[in-house]
């Protein structure tokens, strides 16, 4: 790694071939350092823009970060006011392959294809913030669905907002959200406006009229400050199947009024299930039960639920204690209620699309445990209690309901995952002759814990990652069989501080073990 002058580079020969290639091109230096190059526009934007020149600016770190192609006067998607052309998006690796000049004519050659005949969906990440001079001081989050009602082009809603870290919207005021706005929605929108006057030509006559009185109503006001008219307007619009806005937020008023784009993000519960992954319309659909909202317990829970499943029960009747925090989902508003209760509020603020009931305890009686299992597609063992464990997994057994269970021993050394389905090893049988493996035995010689004031048992001091390792396995292992993947063994023992023979090595073992 070497330096240029004022310039930082990871591959100095790279960088001096680049800088005689752009010579070749006809290319000059603009500066010392060579960091910047002005020349003759290629051929491929030739019908874009009537410029002649382009620059070529070297960021710091190239060929981490490819070269940036700027035509000033450019106008078109992907390309920012400035005439910067959008050729990847930042965390694009494929962007360090772009080492000579000719790589990076031949991508702004593809770019131009697209430019004429419209981008790709796959392409449609287009923040129309970018395109609009200037920049709201805050973001703003908004919920689409909620925000315009039933989509018809033309319609004119009405809207209040609260100004903090990020501007949320909503339809009521109240005593928090102060600031007045309007949303509007057209059902057919070219490109994104990138101008207060583009924004005013996409709407409707109706909808200037309905701006230009919101506005005149403005008394002198900052940005993000109640005004008495409008402080803000959104428009919008359908883009491949979702949706597509502008935020603008408002200062001044009459001659002096200022327009600034918000960047935006989405906060409607479709958008948030997006991000659960492509398994969550299989999972919406699946009704799980968790015994035990401990540490474990409450890491699997919650990420089942983001991961899109749609109903939950959780059994629990521990009450949270502030010496819980550390390892568990749940934050200090939770302590002195049940763990059940706590992760059931921790579930609706991450995954609000699922339904989440809490119960205090399960039965000991056979039939009652039974019952209590009855309907659902998977019952989660991470309780702990060897006598719970086994009478789960019993009465699943019986009813043919899948199983799992995670447990940790020694200390956290290892975390056992145990799957218990129809073709499954029962785990009353499971033992050396199967091809499974005993745990090392809990003896106080060997115990890595502590006792506390109160309690009647020594607590296991295992760390956060082990916690965490037990809920990564045990939650691949419930996706693995609510989804039909079959991808996990019967048993996944992960190794996370080696202990003796057969427990020596940091790792995974997949049980049972194949026949010696």
């Not at 039960?289 to 009747?317: C, E, F, K, N, P």
């Not at 302590?335 to 992760?343: A, I, R």
């Not at 039974?370 to 998977?378: N, T």
Request: aromatic letters at 8%.
């Amino acid at each position: 790694m070497t330096d240029s002058p004022g310039l930082f580079t990871y591959d100095q020969v790279a960088f001096e071939a680049l800088c005689s290639e752009l010579v070749r091109a006809g290319f000059s230096p603009t500066g010392d350092d060579q960091s910047s190059w002005v020349g003759q526009t290629p051929a491929s934007l030739s019908d874009l823009t009537d410029a002649t020149s382009m620059f070529v600016s070297i960021p710091v770190g190239w060929p981490l970060r490819a070269a940036r192609l700027r035509v000033p006067g450019l106008v078109a998607d992907h390309v920012l006011p400035s005439g910067y052309i959008c050729l990847w998006a930042d965390d694009d690796p494929a962007q360090s392959m772009a080492i000579t000049f000719s790589a990076l004519l031949e991508r702004l050659d593809e770019w131009a294809i697209h430019a004429r005949s419209g981008f790709r969906p796959e392409d449609r990440a287009l923040d129309s913030f970018v395109l609009f001079p200037g920049r709201a001081s805050l973001r703003a989050e908004l919920d689409v669905p909620q925000l315009i009602g039933r989509a018809v082009d033309g319609i004119i809603r009405s809207a209040y907002a609260k100004a903090g870290p990020i501007v949320t919207l909503k339809q009521k005021t109240d005593a928090e959200y102060q600031l007045q706005g309007v949303v509007y929605y057209r059902d057919r929108i070219r490109s994104a406006p990138r101008s207060f006057n583009e924004f005013r030509a996409c709407l409707t006559r109706r909808q200037r009229d309905n701006l230009a009185h919101g506005l005149s109503q403005r008394r002198d006001a900052a940005e993000n400050e109640k005004s008495g008219g409008y402080d803000f307007a959104v428009l919008v619009w359908p883009r491949y199947g979702l949706h597509d806005a502008i935020m603008l937020t408002f200062a001044g008023s009459g001659d002096q009024l200022v327009a600034s784009p918000n960047e935006l993000a989405p906060s409607d519960i479709e958008s948030r299930r997006r991000r659960a992954g492509r398994q969550a319309p299989t999972l919406a659909r699946k009704n799980v039960l968790v015994a035990g909202a401990g540490a474990i317990g409450g890491q699997v829970a919650l990420a089942l639920a983001s991961s899109g499943v749609g109903r939950m029960t959780i059994h629990d009747g521990d009450q949270l204690e502030s010496v819980n925090l550390a390892r568990h989902v749940c934050d200090h508003y939770a302590v002195g209620y049940p763990k059940s209760l706590g992760v059931s509020l921790r579930i609706s603020s991450a995954a609000p699309w699922c339904r989440v009931a809490t119960e205090s305890f399960l039965p000991d009686f056979p039939d009652d445990l039974a019952e209590s299992i009855a309907g659902f597609d998977l019952v989660i063992d991470c309780t702990g209690i060897y006598f719970t464990t086994i009478a789960l997994a019993h009465a699943c057994g019986e009813r043919g309901i899948p199983f799992v269970s995670a447990s940790l021993y020694q200390g956290g050394s290892i975390a056992r995952t145990r799957r218990q389905s129809r073709d499954d090893v029962p785990l009353l049988h499971r033992h050396a002759s199967t091809g499974f493996l005993d745990m090392p035995a809990e003896t106080a010689g060997d115990f890595d814990g502590f006792l506390e004031l109160g309690c009647t048992s020594p607590v296991h001091n295992a760390p956060p990652v082990s916690v965490l390792k037990a809920a990564s396995d045990a939650t691949g292992m419930c996706l693995d069989i609510l989804t039909a993947t079959n991808f996990f063994p019967q048993e996944v023992l992960s190794v996370i501080a080696p202990l003796s023979p057969p427990f020596d090595k940091v790792g995974t073992i997949s049980l049972p073990l194949p026949p010696s």
